[in-house]
């Protein structure tokens, strides 16, 4: 589990960090574009699925995150709820099962056949390279928040939105869905205090390894 210790980050050295920062977008731009090339017939796949299970959706999902210094940006991913989620998503938010500013739960009605499968396997969040080769995200780092999450954040939680925001983190390779918001917070937080480039391309291992072997995500 994650200590329960404060971690306060830096701003002014993360932002003076230009020869990491230089190498990490260099990495960003190759291996999402190779990715996208790679896994091209997994995209296809997936597309295709979704779109036997409701041909009249969309296959992508776009929704307004905010990434670094609280800027809005639209983060895609592969379709995995019913075309009116988010519209439900107000009903169930009593029966939310984390504590803290963001929603999950694991038996979430709104959430598809093929999107429960995706989601499983980390597939529904393919689509995000082309946010990291666009430069709104990086491929290793904190999850983007939603607004209305960000509206009831604490000074610290903010800390997480010094830097850009990534498609995978030390969240996800670790704890996961094991540990509740501030759990989260902590550790995207010990990753910005400890980020390098060897520590990114350990996780992104370990994140390639969770998509054959999942590691409780829903």
Not at 88 to 98: D, I, P, Q, S, Y
Not at 109 to 127: A, N, Q, Y
Not at 150 to 162: A, F
Not at 173 to 194: K, S, W
């Amino acid at each position: 589990m994650v200590e329960n210790k404060k971690i306060i980050i830096d701003e002014q050295y993360q932002n003076q960090r230009y020869v990491y920062r230089f190498f990490k977008r260099t990495l960003d731009v190759v291996a999402s574009g190779i990715g996208l090339i790679i896994l091209s017939p997994v995209f296809l796949i997936v597309s295709l699925a979704i779109k036997a299970e409701d041909p009249k959706g969309p296959i992508f999902y776009s929704q307004v995150r905010l990434g670094k210094g609280q800027r809005p940006f639209k983060m895609y991913k592969f379709r995995s709820m019913v075309v009116d989620a988010d519209k439900k998503l107000e009903k169930l938010l009593k029966e939310n099962e984390v504590k803290g500013a963001m929603f999950k739960m694991k038996e979430d009605p709104r959430i598809t056949r093929v999107g429960k499968f995706i989601r499983k396997h980390s597939l529904d969040e393919l689509p995000q390279l082309w946010n990291v080769l666009a430069g709104d995200m990086t491929l290793v780092g904190p999850r983007p928040p939603l607004e209305r999450e960000v509206e009831n954040y604490s000074e610290h939680d903010v800390q997480r939105l010094i830097v850009k925001p990534g498609c995978t983190g030390l969240w996800q390779v670790t704890e996961r869905n094991d540990v509740d918001f501030r759990g989260m917070v902590e550790l995207d937080l010990r990753y910005i205090q400890n980020s390098n480039l060897w520590f990114d391309i350990t996780i992104l291992i370990k994140t390639v390894a969770i998509i054959f072997k999942p590691n409780g995500a829903y």
